[in-house]
Every structure is written in C-alpha cells, then in structure tokens.
C-alpha cells in the first residue's frame, strides 16, 4: 500500500521532500464485527487548506481540520471504491468521495457529511473531487450564502481559474452579475474570458498597482468581492468596494506559507463603506450537499456549467502536485489519479 507521508511540520513553502512515499502492507479484508470500511482510493483531492494542516497545532488558530502527524500518512478528499465493508450502510463496489488517506487503499470508519456515495455515476468520477465535491461545496455555499448576491451586482474573483474560483465566475454570470477574475498567468486569464466567461480578467502578477487595475475594471466599485488569496489584493479591493459591499472570505492562499501576514485590510474604509467580510468553511455546509448536487447537475448536463482539471497521474506525483498550487502551477482543479479503476 503506497502512502505519502508527513515527515515533519513545515514553515515557510512545503516542497516535495516534506511528503516522502512509502509503502506498507494492507488487509484486503475487514476483520468479522468491525464497521470500519476498505476503500480503494481513485482519485485524490489537491486542496491549499492542506498546507494549514502542515502546522503545528497552535491554540489560537481553531482547527477545522487537525494538523497532520510526523511520520504518518497525510488525509484529504478523495475519491474511492468500497472493497470490503463491515458498515451497513456500505457494500462491495460502491462509490465515494469523502475524507481518505493519502495511499492507495485506506480503512475509514465513514462519518455522515463528510464521506457521501456517488449517485449521479454519468459525470468523470474526478469531478467528485472538484465541481461536484468540497471545491463545488465551497464556490456554491460561499457564493450564494456568503455573499447575497443579486442581479446587476459587480462581483470580483481571485485566483479565478482555480478549483473554486472558475465555478463562482459561473455562478455569478449565470446571476447576471458583471464578472471580473484575476490570475498568475495569461493562459489562465484567456480561460477566465474564453471559456468561462467572465466579462473582464486580469495578471495580478503583471499589474504593478492593483488598486488602478481593479479601478480599470470596475469604475464603479465592486459590490462583491469572493477572495481566494487574501493580503495586498484585500487591501486594494477594500479601495474599491461599493457602500454594503460583501467580502466572502474563502481563502487566503498568499498568506498560508508567510511567518507575518502581508496587508492591513482598511479597516476604517470598512466602517464608513459598511463593508461585511465573512469567513466561512464549505464543511460547515456540507449537510447541503444533495441540494448542492441537485441545483448543479442539471446545469452541468445541459453544458451551462463547464469545469477544467489538472490531472496529475500516479500516487507517487501526488506531492509535486499538491506543493505546485503555492506557486500557481495548476490550470484548473488539481488532482491526482491513484487508479483509474
Ligand atoms: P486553486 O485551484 O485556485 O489553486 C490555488 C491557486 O492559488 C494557484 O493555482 C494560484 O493561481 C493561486 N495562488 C497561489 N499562490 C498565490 C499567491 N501568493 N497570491 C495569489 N494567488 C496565489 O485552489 P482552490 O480553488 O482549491 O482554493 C482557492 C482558495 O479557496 C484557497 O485560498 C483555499 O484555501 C480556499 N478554500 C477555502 C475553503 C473553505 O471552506 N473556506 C474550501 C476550499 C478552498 P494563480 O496562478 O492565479 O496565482
């Protein structure tokens, strides 16, 4: 059984040596009278929030997920298929996507809302690790929730092309809100306007003074702001944020391998706009995933929706994949193929 460990915690960018792979041996049986389940993990989840989980555990940072253990497997969403199961609720040959190990095989002891069955089988099951997983959760939750958008609005997106951000472009523009997205490169500013619409998108690596590029993009100010990266983009969107604007903060991505946080968010331009910033994490929402999964797979079938992955293949690049998002090396969602069945 493959596995990619965690060899101790990190400060500063995590790199392919902190995830050494393993092997060790695995039971492709469950013993009588446990309810624990083996799965065969198909896909796995590249997810930033991971690097968080690379720390050592600090009391004043509340852990939505708990810091990995040195020397052990790290976990994250996947994608998998039950081999054996002792739980009722799970047979031979079901599908997954939930909580697993990084490794080719895992045992789980399923948790209601945080490991779900694969009904809708006619999509690539990658998508289970991305539109129609925790990513999809996120971008829907954060979006329609977070933000209470309505038509005509001017929403902006950072880190637009990634997993999350591509979908609440959509989502915006499917609300006739006025969409603009910033990204690192300019093949991923092409993909915002090209194939998912967005009405504007800019290089935030090319732009010397982002104040005057969101400034060229919404001479008007922004109503919502969906933030992905966090730090100096905050401070320049708060600049241009409409009175009773909305912030959604999602992510922070530009902050996750920094020892002292960049930015100092206009806190009076907060006041006098009556801005609302709301952190929020898709987990809390994830009681709502059958109405997430219910509103987005029609728009998926009816090709309304669209959704680009970056496919990493075989367990032993899953570290290179996942330490490529802190430098923008993914096009799209990324993800990692253990096994294709
Ligand atoms: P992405 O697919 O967008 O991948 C990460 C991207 O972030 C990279 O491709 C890169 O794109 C960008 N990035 C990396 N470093 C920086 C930096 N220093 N400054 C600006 N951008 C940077 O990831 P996700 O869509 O999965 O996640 C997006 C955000 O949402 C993250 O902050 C993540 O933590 C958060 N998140 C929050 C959840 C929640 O429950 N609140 C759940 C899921 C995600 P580029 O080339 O454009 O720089």
Redesign the pocket.
């Known amino acids: 059984n493959k596995q990619v460990l965690f060899r101790d915690y990190v400060t500063g960018f995590p790199s392919e040596s902190d995830l050494p792979i393993t092997s060790t041996t695995v039971s492709l049986k469950i013993p009588a009278g446990s309810t624990t389940v083996l799965v065969k993990n198909l896909y796995l989840s590249c997810?930033?929030?991971m690097r968080n989980r690379m720390r050592k555990p600090d009391p004043l940072i509340p852990a939505t997920a708990q810091s990995f253990i040195p020397g052990k497997p790290i976990s994250g969403f996947g994608v998998s298929k039950v081999m054996d199961s002792g739980h009722q609720d799970y047979k031979e040959g079901d599908l997954i996507w939930g909580a697993v190990g990084w490794e080719e095989y895992s045992v789980i002891t399923p948790i209601p809302n945080l490991h779900f069955k694969i009904h809708h089988k006619d999509f690539p099951l990658s998508y289970y690790t991305g539109l129609l997983g925790?990513?999809g959760m996120?971008a829907y939750a954060?979006f329609y929730e977070i933000c209470s958008p309505k038509k005509g609005e001017t929403v902006f997106v950072?880190?637009?092309?990634?997993?999350?951000?591509q979908l609440v472009g959509q989502f915006a523009k499917m609300m006739g809100c006025f969409v603009v997205g910033?990204?690192?490169?300019k093949d991923?500013v092409d993909l915002l306007k090209n194939k998912f619409g967005f009405d504007d998108a800019f290089n935030?690596k090319q732009e010397k003074d982002l104040n005057a590029a969101l400034k060229r993009c919404f001479p008007e100010g922004i109503d919502i702001y969906f933030d992905?990266?966090g730090?100096k983009?905050v401070d320049a969107v708060i600049l241009n944020m409409r009175p009773h604007g909305r912030i959604a903060a999602?992510?922070?991505?530009?902050q996750y391998n920094l020892q002292i946080p960049e930015g100092v968010y206009g806190l009076s331009l907060i006041t006098y706009k009556r801005i609302r910033i709301q952190g929020?994490?898709?987990?809390d929402y994830f009681h709502k995933y059958s109405e997430f999964a219910e509103f987005v797979v029609p728009y998926i079938r009816q090709g309304k929706i669209t959704y680009v992955e970056d496919v990493a293949d075989g367990l032993e690049t899953a570290p290179s994949a996942l330490v490529g998002?802190?430098?923008?090396?993914?096009v799209?969602?990324?993800l990692v193929v253990v096994s294709r069945d």
């Not at 929020?280 to 987990?283: L, M, W, Y």
């Open positions: 997810d930033p929030y925790m990513p996120t954060g950072s880190a637009a092309s990634g997993a999350v951000g910033s990204a690192g490169t991923k935030y992905n990266v730090g983009m999602c992510g922070m991505i530009s929020f994490n898709a987990i998002l802190f430098h923008g090396k993914n799209g969602k990324q």
